[in-house]
């Protein structure tokens, strides 16, 4: 299973940007999909994920991020709105083979599968 994480960038607070994970080596309908970043200096941390009973979302984060897919393309999306300085950090996207409980689904330690990052800047 591959994972290859693209659309980070450079834009201001308030703007939006939207992650693309492209998975290949499994469907995307069968496994647990998770977004994750790390700010120099500190752990990753989670930031949403996907599995078959639906989203789940770091509370910080809960209403400026949305999770998606694309079946067909099997691509998972991070929608990020009302980017703030502080979301700035390696974006990672990481899949788990089948469905999870939800403390799995949140955990980085759930995950089998991690993509190469993808740097997002948010400038005040």
């Known amino acids: 299973v591959q994972l290859q994480a693209s659309g980070g960038g450079l834009v201001q607070a308030g703007g939006s940007l939207r992650l693309s994970c492209a998975v290949s080596?499994?469907?995307?309908?069968?496994?647990?999909m998770g977004w994750f970043r790390r700010v120099p200096g500190k752990d990753r941390e989670f930031v949403a994920a996907?599995?078959?009973?639906?989203?789940t979302y770091a509370n910080s984060l809960k209403g400026r991020f949305t999770i998606s897919r694309d079946n067909g393309k099997n691509t998972v999306y991070l929608q990020m709105n009302s980017l703030e300085p502080e979301d700035t950090a390696v974006y990672y996207c990481?899949?788990?083979?089948?469905?999870?409980?939800?403390?799995?689904?949140?955990?980085?330690?759930?995950?089998?599968?991690w993509g190469q990052g993808t740097q997002v800047t948010v400038s005040s």
């Open positions: 990481a899949a788990r083979p089948g469905n999870s409980i939800l403390t799995v689904a949140r955990s980085e330690g759930g995950y089998d599968y």
């Open positions: 080596g499994r469907a995307i309908s069968s496994t647990t």
């Open positions: 996907m599995r078959a009973q639906g989203t």
